[in-house]
Each structure stands twice: as C-alpha cells, then as structure tokens.
C-alpha cells in the first residue's frame, strides 16, 4: 500500500534553512513524479514544488521560488525539499505526494518559523 513518510520539520529562525525528507513506500517511486505541499490551519493545501520521475524537470511556486530546492533519489525512493532563507509565512505542515495525487497521506512535518 502506498505510504509516505515525511521528516525533518522543526522550529527555525526567520532566514535559517531546513531540509524536509519523504521516504516512499508501496508503488514504483521512479514511474511517478513527487510534489511538495503545505497548509496551515484553515487554508486549503498550497502546492510548494514538484519534480518529474526523472529528476530533470522540477517546478516551485512564486512564493519559494530561488529559496526553496527540490531533489529525489530513485535508488532510495526519496524526495527532499532543501528550504532556505526561511520566512515566517512558511511555517505549516509539510507533505509529500506523487503525481497525480494519491488517495493516501503522509502525517506531515511540522516547520515553525519563529525567532
């Protein structure tokens, strides 16, 4: 069954960086590309980044855009979301999920942006 297993989410200054880590579980991770979501409490999900199953092609919003990278390993089935220059409108819970969207997600990461 397909599972996603997101990580690295903590409290960080405003300008500190953070990298986010989703294992993948349950499907043929280098057949699908992976997307970056977040949302805070009563906001709809908001899509941060995504990448294609090749690795070549990865896509940001405007908002993360130039601070914000996207990687995957398909060996480890792996998907990562290095954040810089941290913001406070940044904090929310992180998700990772294929594309298209599966039915199935993670628990999330939480980041903080707080000094």
């Known amino acids: 069954q397909v599972q996603f297993v997101e990580s690295g989410g903590d409290l960080v200054q405003p300008g500190g960086s953070l990298t986010l880590s989703c294992v993948v579980s349950?499907?043929?991770?280098?057949?699908?590309?992976m997307t970056w979501y977040r949302q805070v409490p009563g906001k709809e999900r908001e899509l941060v980044a995504s990448?294609?199953?090749?690795?070549?092609?990865?896509d940001y919003a405007d908002s993360v855009k130039g601070r914000f990278t996207i990687s995957r390993n398909n060996r480890m089935s792996t998907v990562t979301l290095q954040m810089n220059s941290l913001k406070p409108e940044d904090a929310a819970v992180y998700f990772c999920?294929?594309?298209?969207?599966?039915?199935?997600w993670g628990q999330g990461t939480q980041v903080t942006v707080s000094s």
């Open positions: 999920n294929r594309q298209p969207a599966s039915s199935t």
């Open positions: 349950g499907y043929i991770f280098s057949a699908f590309g």
């Open positions: 990448i294609d199953s090749t690795g070549y092609r990865k």
